[in-house]
Antibody, heavy 121, light 110 residues
Framework: EVQLLESGGGLVQPGASLRLSCATS????????VNWVRQAPGKGLEWVSG????????YYADSGRGRFTISRDNSMRTVYLQMNSLRVEDTAIYYC??????????????WGQGTKVTVSA | QSALTQPPSASGSPGQSVTISCTGT?????????VSWYQQHPGKAPKLMIY???QRPSGVPDRFSGSKFGTTASLTVSGLQAEDEADYYC??????????FGGGTKLTVL
């Protein structure tokens, strides 16, 4: 069974850092792109970042570019999102989502259950 | 880039059909065949319903269908059922490895 499991969320102050992890199982890890999507309380979905199956391509929404870094460890079958200089508006549930292919195209067939990030003074 | 435009709400009675639109630009919806649709029930992770404009993943009922004309993509739900009541989101590839979600549509089954 294909599974994604996020961890690393929590309550932090503005300006702090967090590293989210997305542990995966049940598929050929380096054949598929993985993305991070967030949802602020009571709001819609927002694409945050994506990484290709090979890891050669990393992509970011404007909201996180320069502050967030996505990476993957093929030996650990895990994708990471390093988030620095966190802002109140980064408060959201962060989901990791597997693409249908090795490219970032928005076709997320498997999602994790999400990890909650709260940025507050 | 701005989010794609969806109507905030839609509704229909059981058995009826409802169509939800998703409007973008020639740089995203109109320029690529990478439009997907997601269903999200309260407190749950989203579920892929349609990908590449018209493709349905296995396990998704054929009551769900997708289409595109110009810069507007659409999701049609036929034979509405109570369990279809949920939020629906479109997403499009926007070129340069950028992805854009729509604002979401709350579908109510009357």
């Amino acid at each position: 069974e294909v599974q994604l499991l996020e961890s690393g969320g929590g309550l932090v102050q503005p300006g702090a850092s967090l590293r989210l992890s997305c542990a995966t199982s049940g598929f050929t890890f380096n054949s598929y792109a993985v993305n991070w999507v967030r949802q602020a309380p009571g709001k819609g979905l927002e694409w945050v970042s994506g990484i290709t199956g090979s890891g050669a391509g990393t992509y970011y929404a404007d909201s996180g570019r320069g502050r967030f870094t996505i990476s993957r460890d093929n030996s650990m079958r895990t994708v990471y999102l390093q988030m620095n200089s966190l802002r109140v508006e980064d408060t959201a549930i962060y989901y990791c989502a597997k693409e249908l292919t090795g490219l970032t195209r928005g076709s997320f067939d498997i999602w994790g259950q999400g990890t909650k990030v709260t940025v507050s003074a | 880039q701005s989010a794609l435009t969806q109507p905030p709400s839609a509704s229909g009675s059981p058995g009826q059909s409802v169509t939800i639109s998703c409007t973008g630009t020639s740089g995203d919806v109109g320029g690529h065949n990478y439009v997907s649709w997601y269903q999200q029930h309260p407190g749950k992770a989203p579920k892929l319903m349609i990908y590449e404009v018209t493709q349905r993943p296995s396990g998704v009922p054929d009551r769900f269908s997708g289409s595109k004309f110009g810069t507007t993509a659409s999701l049609t739900v036929s034979g509405l059922q109570a369990e279809d009541e949920a939020d629906y989101y479109c997403i499009s590839y926007g070129g340069s490895n950028n992805l854009l979600f729509g604002g979401g549509t709350k579908l109510t089954v009357l």
